[in-house]
């Protein structure tokens, strides 16, 4: 889910609409890959569909329920950039499952008579099965919802049933409403993972052979032996290094013909290597002089000058066909060439796949990546112990199933945005959690995973997406739940992912799919910790939520008096007394507030807008919101009770190595800016660590900087001097002016965004350079 696509400005719709579907026809045209013509032309009918029912007003956008005659949790189908196409994503035509049910119960194949006898004693019966044993899947919420309908009825809650079918039944010929069955159980609670088995076999089955790698193969087992058997014959007529000194005799002829008859062969079977052809080649050379001499016609003097030329050079570099040397080399050659492929490989680990549960994760990957075994070696003809590659073993380890904790420490996890992936698969656990009974725990964790796969859509006027207990079949077993237990499980699920995010990818924003899901857990561990998004500057409209000034307010409970409070020039103590007004204001009104002014030209003055939009303003402007939030992490620390491990002074120093590391990246980068950006990221990052350190540990830290700059390039401490002067500047009580500068420009504050060109792409001069 996007949540930037919340603020799209209504006037770009229809360009952008327009835009979208002239890219894909163009695609459908053009594009050399019938496959990727073929998803143009999907794209295309889509886009056009979307713009006709624009047209039509039989869509909207902006809106919750952008599909006229659809309710708001309808899961609606979305394309790229939040637009709605119109259709519902549990539509569409009957699924080949529902087409068998409809065999079995007897019934018409369409979706209301399915409906209709799953509210039968035999199907609910049937439905009460699925639900015991678990073996079903949920890809879209709506496919939960006749299986709560059951476990409510035989739950003795009939009155609920009746009022959850009521809401279902004017849908009951459009949407699929029951899941489809599966041959593996419901997932590991505990255990998530990065790509199911099947996925790694698909990935593993469109790997074809690298064709340069192939080509080389040849040419070491095919070629490179046949030019020495040219050479050998050719060296039958030689004195020395002199071909043609002696006269060939009928036998010489004879083997000649046979050598041009197999290398006719040889061609027509190994065409991947086309050197044998080029007539200036050495092989080249050798074998159109042996085809003119069987022909019978003599060598002019410039053939002749070129073979004997090649000859010398082959033996010279080589040696002659048969010593030392020569096999030495022609060995290495061999065994390099006898390697197994990557794909053949590739292949053999495919069939090791194909023998586990495809639509899970593997408890196991070692034995699917160990080196190839004596029986699969007379099965295949791979040598026995030819290991696995890593670019193999990389896409099987990907299905590890395992704590995230396990998968973050292995690498399966290589970054914030990949564990945002995996969370809701925690997340939905963590939620069924409340649940008392075991049957209605695992539907409603099938129910949450399905929903996180739900796309977000494109809304105006800070309207928010559609959260999870608005769906009818949530809401009609909402009070089945153990608050108490809720509420605990959620807390604890919610520290150790904060404690995971933050000590596992120190230095990097938390991405939106993660705070969303860290949000989730935060509602229900009622603990009054707001989270907040990262907001797209491109799209930004001028305004936060409510929720934004909380998180200052809770940052300045953590911060206020602190080094990062200083460093910003952020006075906590007038945040809280504006949080307090703010507060007092909402409760005058009827309703709640959904914007907060007041923070907003708060963030505005910081940045020193000048009413002007643009990008590099709206930038401005949202980084000021997350330094006085301090995006997410004051919450996590103060309301949720994290504490990584190995303590702030190594998540400090693990930042600053994130910064040494992207600003090397400016350097001769055309388009630094995204890479200043984060580079600001990690160093605020920085600073918010540094503060919880004590001060024997903040002075160490200090005091190492510039040891680490020196691991890196010398631009890099060039660069970031004024950045290190700054920070050692309030380190000792000072601070910087107005403009974030101090001691005549030599010390400045470090941000991210620029309306102008921004300093740190600048290589400062040296002191001999300035002198001159």
Same mark, same amino acid.
């Given at each position: ?286 074998? &159109? $002089? =042996? ?7 003599? @060598?002019?003097? +410039? #053939? *002749? !000058?070129? %073979?004997?030329?090649? /000859? ?24 390099? &060439? $006898? =390697? ?7 292949? @053999?680990?495919? +069939? #090791? *796949? !194909?023998? %586990?549960?495809?639509? /899970? ?412």
């Amino acid at each position: 889910m996007n949540d930037d696509a919340e603020q799209q400005p209504l006037t770009r719709i229809p360009p952008y609409a327009r835009d979208q579907l002239a890219k894909a026809f163009v695609t459908a045209l053009t594009h050399e890959d019938a496959g990727t013509r073929e998803r143009a032309e999907d794209r295309a009918r889509r886009w056009r569909g979307i713009l006709d029912r624009l047209a039509d007003g039989s869509l909207t956008v902006g809106s919750r329920t952008p599909v006229a005659g659809l309710p708001a949790w309808v899961t609606p189908e979305v394309v790229r950039g939040g637009f709605a196409t119109g259709e519902a994503s549990a539509g569409g035509p009957l699924q080949p499952y529902e087409k068998e049910a409809a065999r079995r119960a007897g019934v018409p194949a369409d979706r209301r008579a399915l409906f209709l006898h799953a509210l039968t004693e035999a199907g609910l019966a049937d439905l009460g099965a699925l639900l015991d044993d678990g073996r079903y899947e949920v890809s879209v919420p709506e496919e939960a919802a006749l299986l709560t309908v059951a476990w409510l009825v035989r739950s003795g809650q009939v009155t609920e049933a009746v009022e959850l079918v009521e809401v279902l039944e004017p849908f009951a010929g459009r949407l699929r409403f029951t899941p489809r069955p599966s041959a593996a159980p419901a997932p590991d609670a505990c255990a998530v993972h990065r790509r199911t088995v099947a996925d790694a076999g698909r990935t593993l089955a469109r790997r074809r052979p690298h064709a340069a790698v192939e080509t080389q193969r040849e040419a070491l087992t095919v070629w490179q032996p046949f030019a020495d058997e040219l050479l050998v014959h050719w060296l039958e007529t030689a004195e020395g290094e002199r071909v043609l000194a002696r006269t060939p005799d009928e036998g010489w002829y004879e083997r000649g013909a046979a050598l041009l008859h197999r290398y006719r062969l040889l061609a027509a079977a190994h065409t991947r290597c086309g050197k044998h052809r080029d007539p200036k080649e050495n092989l080249g050379i050798l074998r &159109g $002089a =042996l085809e003119e001499s069987v022909a019978g016609r003599p @060598l002019d003097a +410039r #053939r *002749l !000058g070129l %073979l004997r030329h090649a /000859v010398a050079s082959m033996v010279r570099r080589r040696g002659v066909p048969g010593s030392a040397r020569h096999l030495t080399l022609r060995g290495r050659q061999a065994a390099q &060439g $006898a =390697l197994p492929s990557h794909h053949a490989l590739a292949q @053999l680990v495919l +069939r #090791r *796949l !194909g023998e %586990l549960p495809q639509d /899970v994760g593997a408890a196991e990957v070692e034995p699917l990546v160990v080196a190839v075994t004596e029986r699969e070696h007379q099965e295949t003809g791979l040598p026995v112990g030819a290991p696995v590659p890593a670019s193999v073993r990389g896409v099987v380890e990907a299905t590890l199933s395992a704590p995230l904790g396990t998968l973050v420490e292995r690498g399966v996890v290589p970054s914030a945005e990949v564990l945002a992936e995996l969370v809701p698969q925690l997340v939905a656990a963590t939620t069924a959690q409340g649940f008392p009974d075991e049957a209605l725990r695992t539907l409603m964790a099938a129910n949450y995973r399905a929903f996180r796969n739900r796309r977000s859509l494109l809304l105006l006027h800070l309207e928010r997406q559609v959260r999870v207990e608005e769906l009818p079949w949530v809401r009609a077993v909402s009070g089945q739940r153990g608050d108490e237990a809720a509420q605990e499980g959620a807390h604890d699920a919610l520290r150790q992912l904060g404690e995971l995010a933050v000590q596992g990818f120190p230095g990097t924003l938390l991405p939106n799919p993660l705070v969303r899901e860290l949000g989730v857990l935060a509602r229900q561990a009622d603990l009054g910790a707001p989270m907040v998004e990262e907001l797209a500057a491109d799209i930004f409209m001028g305004t936060f939520s409510p929720k934004f000034l909380t998180a200052a307010r809770i940052a300045g409970e953590l911060l206020r008096g602190t080094l990062y409070e200083r460093y910003y020039g952020i006075d906590y103590a007038a945040i809280r007394n504006l949080a307090i007004a703010e507060a007092g204001e909402a409760l005058t009104r009827a309703y709640r507030p959904r914007t907060s002014p007041q923070f907003a030209r708060l963030c505005t003055a910081r940045a020193g807008a000048s009413g002007r939009s643009s990008v590099a303003a709206n930038g401005k402007v949202i980084e000021q919101a997350q330094i006085l939030t301090t995006h997410n992490l004051a919450t996590l620390v103060r309301q949720v009770g994290i504490a990584p491990e190995p303590g702030w002074e190594d998540l400090a120093g693990r930042c600053f190595r994130t910064v040494c590391r992207l600003v090397a990246r400016v350097h001769h980068n055309p388009r630094p800016l995204a890479t200043i950006k984060d580079a600001a990221y990690a160093w605020r990052q920085l600073i918010f660590f540094l503060a919880l350190c004590p001060p024997a540990e903040q002075t160490r830290l200090l005091a190492g900087l510039d040891e680490e700059t020196a691991r890196h390039p010398a631009h890099v401490a060039a660069r970031l001097a004024p950045a290190l002067a700054g920070l050692h500047l309030v380190a000792a009580g000072g601070s910087f002016a107005d403009d974030g500068t101090a001691l005549g420009g030599r010390a400045r504050r470090f941000l991210g965004w620029s309306t102008e060109e921004h300093w740190l792409r600048r290589l400062p001069l040296t002191r001999e350079q300035a002198a001159g």
